[in-house]
């Protein structure tokens, strides 16, 4: 008995090769995308505002949390760490004059009180910084 001879697939199955390629480029593209969007060290939600305005990314972030916790840049610090590298940063900035003190951008949460975020600011103001920014988030009004 002589059974028929199938046509190889070979042919057939490298037209699958590109779609796999692309597939796994896409894949590493949104593990990299993933990975450079910035976390907050703790969860902070901001208060609502009723006006919008963009914000300059320049400057360091604060983070003010519940129970007056506090990180800078993605660093959770206590109040005298977070004065020594603010101190230390604008020092180092002093030497360059081309550059101008970038503002000092606070992210306060909701539940921090008004006595967290004033000793904050007087913290700010003791380290040398001259420019602070208070962000929040647009309300639906």
């Given at each position: 008995m002589h059974l028929p001879e199938f046509p190889q697939r070979e042919a057939d199955e490298?037209?699958?090769i590109p779609l796999i390629n692309i597939v796994f480029l896409l894949l590493i593209f949104f593990m990299v995308a993933g990975a450079l969007s910035s976390q907050d060290v703790f969860d902070?939600?901001?208060p609502?505002?009723?006006i919008e305005e963009?914000?300059?990314d320049?400057?360091?972030l604060v983070l003010l949390g519940e129970g007056g916790r506090l990180a800078l840049e993605n660093e959770e610090l206590d109040?005298?760490?977070l004065k020594a590298r603010l101190v230390e940063a604008l020092e180092e900035r002093e030497g360059d004059e081309t550059s101008s003190q970038p503002a000092v951008r606070i992210k306060a949460d909701q539940a921090a009180t008004t006595e967290e975020l004033l000793d904050l600011?007087?913290?700010l103001r003791d380290a040398g910084v001259e420019k602070v920014m208070?962000?929040?988030v647009l309300g639906n009004h």
């Open positions: 490298n037209h699958l902070v939600e901001a609502d505002s009723s963009e914000v300059n320049e400057g360091w109040s005298e760490a600011m007087e913290l208070l962000l929040t």
